[in-house]
C-alpha cells in the first residue's frame, strides 16, 4: 500500500493484491481519526471508494479474483 500521509485525509491510495481484502481504515491511518472500518469491495475496475472518508483506493495492476 503507497500512501504518504499518516492521516485519514488522504483522497487516493493505491493498493496490491497483497493489501486484499481490502479495509478502510487501514494499518497505516492514525488510530485519532479513525471511522469504523468497512470492507470494500474493489470493481471491475479495480477501484473502491470508502464510504465513510471519501478515499479512493486503485489496485495497482489487474484485477485476478474478486474480493
Not at 6 to 31: F, K, R
Request: glycine content about 8%.
Amino acid at each position: 500500500m503507497e500512501h504518504n500521509l499518516a492521516d485519514n485525509t488522504q483522497s487516493y491510495i493505491e493498493v496490491t493484491e497483497d493489501d486484499l481484502p481490502l479495509h478502510c481504515p487501514t494499518p497505516g491511518m492514525a488510530l485519532w481519526s479513525s471511522h469504523p472500518r468497512v470492507y470494500l469491495p474493489l470493481g471491475k475496475k479495480g477501484e473502491a471508494l470508502c464510504p465513510y472518508c471519501g478515499t479512493l483506493y486503485k489496485l495497482k495492476g489487474e484485477v485476478r479474483h474478486h474480493h
